[in-house]
């Protein structure tokens, strides 16, 4: 079974810095991995694919790395409307699982 | 612009069943695999199951095999979830999510996503 850990739970960070965000696979992922924000009451919305490609329209603050089992999402310089829960999320297990991180909640310090 | 609309969401008795749809407009519809993604109130994101472009391939995760059905109509543009013998465990958000891909896999991350429809299960 393929478990997607995040961490941490919560980060706490102040406007203008750097957050840097963990995922990490119970097995390797190659490079298909997402990552993903939700603001309260909305539905998330895509960040990042293929471990390190910017969705359209995401801006450049957003940057993701890793492959295999290790992966980290950077948000360079944080803005008031980047404070969200971010999950990460593979797409290589087959059969299909579609496993989703538990989340970070990304808070104002 | 791309748009996914979900409805048939309620409060429903355990044990009875209830039909989720998700219409969608703004591409080609019989082109793209989709999926149904739940998350339960305060807690992260599941996926649901996926059904291929033609219908020809659906996925399943293990909490809902064989109580859950997934399907699409392309005369409609919509796409279904039956779920049967539902428990207070299926009580959630719902989401229908598009990929950029035909094929259940490969390139299955979710570029759009419904607004969602909440179902409760409860007596």
């Known amino acids: 079974e393929m478990v997607m850990t995040q961490s941490p739970a919560t980060l706490s960070v102040s406007p203008g810095e750097r957050a840097t965000l963990s995922c990490r696979a119970s097995?390797?992922?190659?490079?298909?991995l997402a990552w993903y924000q939700q603001k309260p009451g909305q539905a998330p919305r895509l960040l990042i694919y293929?471990?390190?490609t910017r969705a359209t329209g995401i801006p450049a603050r957003f940057s993701g790395s890793g492959s295999g089992t290790e992966f980290t999402l950077t948000i360079s310089s944080l803005q008031s409307e980047d404070f969200a829960v971010y999950y990460c999320?593979?797409?290589?297990?087959?059969?299909?699982?579609?496993?989703f991180g538990q989340g970070t909640k990304l808070e104002i310090k | 612009q791309v748009q996914l609309v979900e409805s048939g969401g309620g409060v429903v008795q355990p044990g009875r069943s209830l039909r989720l749809s998700c219409a969608a407009s703004g591409f080609t519809f019989s082109s793209y695999a989709l999926h149904w993604v739940r998350q339960a109130p305060g807690k992260g994101l599941e996926w649901v199951a996926v059904?291929?472009?033609?219908?020809?391939?659906?996925y399943y995760a293990d909490s809902v095999k064989g109580r859950f059905t997934i399907s699409r109509d392309h005369s409609k543009n919509t796409l279904y979830l039956q779920m049967n013998s539902l428990t207070s465990e299926d009580t959630a958000a719902y989401y229908c999510?598009?990929?950029?891909?035909?094929?259940?896999?490969?390139?299955?991350?979710?570029?759009?996503w419904g607004q969602g429809t909440l179902v409760t299960v409860s007596s």
């Open positions: 059904i291929s472009y033609d219908g020809s391939d659906k």
């Open positions: 293929g471990a390190s």
């Open positions: 999320q593979q797409y290589n297990n087959w059969p299909p699982s579609y496993t």
């Open positions: 999510a598009k990929v950029p891909a035909q094929t259940v896999g490969v390139r299955n991350y979710f570029d759009y």
């Open positions: 097995q390797s992922v190659s490079s298909n």
